[in-house]
């Protein structure tokens, strides 16, 4: 948690400081995300931001889940859900990253 | 375990740790909150290679001042979570000795006016981009 609190800081402040800030909320659309997605490297950050915040995301939830599921059994079920869902929303979002916008 | 969410939660409502429980309850919140987002976003996002045509008119949606309440009140989550991630990173790893009760208040009083610092000036540009003054 620490570690990827450490790197998340500059990276999804980056990021939302290029998407909100800089770019603005009203100028995103599929166009922009095409001629973002066409350099390999903002596909590289994008992808390495879902990873780490993601999982960061996931790990924390599991924490306060834990906090009021102290029953072995509850956690064991909380592990698996929590794992089963940290999944499927990382690989839709990875293979969206990596699939990119259709010409 | 209903037990538990029931005291748990009660706990900590009633628990009077002042601004240092305040800054406790908040950094859940916000990261919760950020989850929420962020899970919606991957979602949102991955249209982009899924359903294209889709893409334009789901961040229409967004373009709303719905869109640009939940944008204000996302940034400030992200940064308090930031701001107050970066203060309990920086202690834990290089500055154990500062967790005491009086140093510890006094950073998390400091958390709150750099997460508002840093919040007020992006609120304002988010404004203006939503006018498209800039």
């Not at chain 1, 948690?1 to 790197?7: C, V």
């Not at chain 1, 950050?45 to 780490?52: E, G, K, R, S, V």
């Not at chain 2, 719905?66 to 939940?70: Q, R, V």
């Given at each position: 948690?620490?570690?990827?609190?450490?790197?998340l800081?500059?990276?999804?402040?980056?990021?939302?400081?290029f998407?909100?800030l800089i770019?603005?909320?009203?100028n995103v659309n599929?166009?922009?995300v095409?001629?973002?997605?066409a350099?390999?490297?903002?596909?590289v950050?994008?992808?390495?931001?879902?990873?780490?915040a993601?999982?960061?995301?996931?790990?924390?939830l599991?924490q306060?889940?834990?906090d009021?599921?102290t029953?072995a059994?509850?956690r064991?079920?909380l592990?698996?859900?929590?794992?089963l869902?940290?999944l499927?929303?990382s690989?839709?979002g990875i293979?969206?990253?990596v699939g990119?916008?259709?010409? | 375990?209903?037990k538990n969410?029931?005291?748990g939660?009660?706990g900590?409502i009633?628990?009077?740790?002042g601004?240092?429980?305040?800054?406790?309850?908040?950094h859940?919140?916000?990261?919760?909150?950020?989850l929420t987002?962020l899970s919606l976003?991957?979602?949102?996002?991955?249209?982009?290679?899924?359903?294209?045509r889709?893409?334009?008119?789901?961040n229409?949606?967004?373009?709303?001042p719905?869109?640009?309440?939940?944008e204000i009140?996302?940034a400030l989550?992200v940064?308090?979570?930031g701001v107050?991630?970066?203060?309990i990173?920086?202690?834990?790893?290089?500055?154990p000795?500062?967790w005491t009760?009086?140093?510890a208040l006094?950073?998390v009083?400091?958390?709150w006016?750099?997460?508002i610092?840093?919040?007020?000036p992006a609120?304002?540009?988010?404004i203006?981009?939503?006018?498209r003054?800039i």
């Open positions: 948690m620490r570690l990827s609190a450490i790197l800081i500059p990276m999804v402040w980056f990021h939302t400081i998407t909100t770019v603005g909320a009203e599929l166009n922009l095409a001629a973002r997605w350099t390999i490297s903002w596909r950050y994008d992808a390495l931001l879902l990873a780490f993601f999982s960061h995301g996931i790990t924390g599991r306060v889940l834990f009021f599921a029953g059994t509850a064991k079920t592990n698996i859900l929590l794992l869902f940290w499927a929303l690989v839709v293979i969206g990253i990119g916008v259709a010409k | 375990m209903v969410i029931v005291n939660v009660s900590l009633h628990y009077k740790g601004v240092a429980h305040y800054t406790f309850l908040m859940r919140i916000s990261g919760l909150g950020v987002f976003h991957i979602l949102l996002e991955s249209t982009a290679h899924y359903a294209p889709l893409y334009d008119q789901l229409a949606g967004l373009q709303t719905l869109g640009l309440t939940a009140v996302m989550l940064i308090f979570h107050n991630g970066f203060r990173t920086y202690f834990d790893l290089f500055h000795d500062l009760p009086h140093s006094h950073s009083r400091a958390t006016i750099v997460s610092l840093l919040w007020l609120v304002a540009i988010m203006l981009h939503s006018l003054l």
